[in-house]
């Protein structure tokens, strides 16, 4: 009875080492989403008020917003503090963890670009909630 277990230890073994060498989904994005973005933009992602009078904004309409394009680069930048812009950091938080770990090509304006795994998941599943 113990030669199942261990087959079945090793097969799972082998099955989560094979994830890690995958691109990330929208599934392990919105994981990352629930966790860190949901208190601001809801669990549509369809934002909401925020204390003090501001808001965030609806991220199921990015693209729209952009010409039908979803901007990967700004959204990274966005996501990663880099970019602020008009958003300060009271407002949007930069997000250390998504900044850690195993490092994935994600294609930025033509290039593939080292990006963080957790940052890379997330920017999946944003793309993947697009609405037009």
Known sequence: ?????????????????????????????????????????????EGGALVGGQSAPDLTRIAARNGGTFPVARVLSQIDGYGRGKVSREVMPEFGSLLEGELVPVEVDGTLTPTPRPLAALLAYLESIQTP
């Open 1 to 45: 009875m113990r030669a199942p277990a261990v087959l079945s230890l090793a097969a799972l073994g082998f099955a989560a080492a094979c994830a890690v060498d995958e691109m990330p989904g929208p599934s392990e994005g919105e994981a990352i989403f629930v966790q860190n973005c949901t208190a601001c933009h809801g669990y549509k992602a």
